[in-house]
């Protein structure tokens, strides 16, 4: 039986507090903060966010070093990145994401490969900066036709003080002035990995656009130059948005990370508009670019059929007639498409409840995609999102959505435990508990091996990738916990 809205809110409210009873008064106390249920009127989510976890409660979040080499430059694919520190940093981040690129690895692109400077225990005592030099001229000989290099440091480089800033400016000046940038993002910094990303957006203001400083543009300006921004091409994700933005008539000269390269960086100064998709990632960079070359920023949303056709729209609101024609174009020209999309899915999905887990911006933007297929989501929340994030989640959630901040192990299991979702989307180290639990699953950090799921094209996928997870008949082989006893 359906409830009502004021049901769904005492509900809700009381799976929180089941949840923290189990907490002693403390730490209850403390997690109280991080919970709570939408009011449909309020300016924000009620939660507190972007506070360093409590110690022992199982948290999902990663580290500062996760932020900047497996989000922000890992992705650049021209550049060698350096995992400055024992092995275990680097190989845990190897290949993690599937950040899709054009090129040949190994030669002049080198995403999925993995560099590491080994720490050992002779190089916590007498430190790695000879270490780091030299392994500086070895990916010169080796990988001659890499135009850049980036170090990033691990835990134990900010605890021995190495000089990373020193070596890079050195083998800069050996190498003709070639782009070798440091990155101070050990682990313990900050309380998430969102602090990598900003620290990462930092080292890309410092040693590119400021080092660069009025380089002329390696190609013809035109009104039309728009950047990618914050789009890490999981499965082909900026591909699938680029084909829009070029059909309504823009020219992208720069997509970073995703398939971006060092060139692109230099070139996004040059742009007369940043378009925004991760806006916990890469906002800063955006900030700074504003002010200092005077290039706004617009966010954009290319999540379902309803939030592209808005995105173009809005983007093509800072340019003239052709450019809004151009996006009415394409709109009218994929419609059908995703008419039929919906009409084969959405009998199969309508009705059907979701709740999510996830980083970056997909707890809030891919919820008008679960809403285009008649889905519903009934609980929301981010790993490392800050206040704003919470602000702009409000335009997306409805009113008595169960809210939940860094939500520890044990809370999401009781909380799709009493819920009972048809499907929960979040992380890889969520997904076995709840496949095990009953319950269909969907890991919305890497699209589960799928996508892209942005754009036109990735609405395809994602509806199908949908009512794959929900309606396996594999599922009437197993019983969630709720069922037991029936």
Same mark, same amino acid.
């Given at each position: ?13 009381? #799976?929180?507090?089941?949840? &923290? ?76 994401? +599937? ?19 080994? !720490? ?5 005592? !007498? ?14 000989? &080796? ?6 290099? *980036? ?32 990155? /101070? ?19 890309? /203001? ?49 997509? $970073? ?29 955006? =900030? ?9 920023? @617009? ?8 939030? @592209? ?27 059908? &498409? ?9 009998? =199969? ?30 609980? *929301?929340?981010?790993? !490392? ?15 008595? *959505? ?14 799709? %435990? +009493? &819920?009972?979702?048809?499907? @929960? ?13 009953? #319950? ?6 890497? $699209? ?10 990735? !609405?395809?996928?994602?509806? =199908?990738?949908? %009512? ?9 082989? *197993? ?8």
């Amino acid at each position: 039986m359906d409830l009502t809205l004021d049901e769904v809110k005492a509900r809700n409210a009381e #799976v929180i507090s089941e949840a &923290l009873s189990v907490y002693p008064d403390k730490t209850a106390k403390k997690r109280a903060k991080h919970l709570n249920v939408y009011e449909g009127d309020k300016p924000d989510c009620g939660v507190k966010s972007n506070i360093k976890s409590v110690p022992g409660v199982m948290t999902i979040r990663g580290c500062a070093y996760a932020g900047s080499k497996g989000v922000v430059w890992g992705p650049i694919k021209d550049m060698v990145h350096i995992s400055h520190g024992p092995v275990g940093c680097g190989q845990y981040s190897w290949a993690a994401r +599937r950040n899709y690129y054009i090129g040949v690895t190994g030669v002049d692109t080198f995403v999925t490969m993995q560099f590491t400077s080994d !720490f050992q225990e002779k190089d916590i005592v !007498f430190g790695g900066d000879k270490k780091l030099d030299k392994i500086v001229d070895e990916i010169q000989k &080796l990988f001659p036709l890499n135009h850049g290099i *980036t170090i990033q440091s691990e835990c134990p480089i900010g605890l021995i003080g190495d000089d990373i800033e020193a070596v890079a400016k050195k083998k800069s000046k050996e190498y003709d002035g070639k782009t070798i940038v440091p990155v /101070r993002c050990e682990g313990f910094r900050g309380v998430s990995q969102s602090l990598g990303h900003h620290i990462a957006n930092d080292a890309v /203001r410092d040693w590119v656009f400021e080092k660069g400083g009025d380089k002329p543009p390696l190609f013809e300006s035109t009104p039309y130059d728009v950047a990618i921004i914050g789009d890490y091409n999981i499965g082909g994700d900026a591909w699938s948005s680029r084909i829009l933005l070029e059909e309504m008539g823009l020219r992208v000269v720069a997509q $970073w990370s995703g398939d971006g390269s060092l060139a692109e960086l230099e070139n996004t100064p040059k742009a007369k508009l940043n378009i925004l998709h991760c806006y916990r990632s890469m906002n800063y960079i955006s =900030r700074y670019m504003e002010e200092k070359f005077g290039i706004p920023w @617009v966010e954009y949303n290319f999540f379902g059929p309803s939030k @592209v056709a808005e995105s173009l729209r809005t983007i093509a609101s800072h340019f003239d007639d052709r450019i809004k024609e151009g996006a009415e174009r394409v709109i009218a020209k994929y419609q059908p &498409l995703m008419d039929a999309v919906i009409a084969k899915y959405k009998p =199969r999905l309508e009705g059907k409840k979701v709740m999510l887990y996830v980083g970056g911006l997909r707890p809030r933007h891919v919820i008008g995609a679960y809403e285009d297929l008649g889905m519903e989501v009934i609980g *929301t929340g981010y790993e !490392f999102g800050h206040n704003d994030d919470y602000q702009r989640t409000t335009h997306y959630v409805k009113d008595g *959505t169960l809210i939940y901040d860094d939500v520890t192990g044990y809370e999401f299991e009781k909380f799709v %435990d +009493r &819920l009972q979702p048809d499907l @929960v989307g979040s992380g890889i180290k969520e997904k076995y508990v709840f496949q095990k639990m009953g #319950v269909p699953f969907r890991q919305m950090h890497s $699209w589960d091996y799928s996508g892209p799921y942005h754009g036109y094209d990735g !609405f395809a996928i994602f509806a =199908r990738d949908m %009512d794959m997870a929900i309606n396996n008949p594999v599922w009437g082989l *197993t019983r969630a916990p709720w069922s037991a006893g029936q």
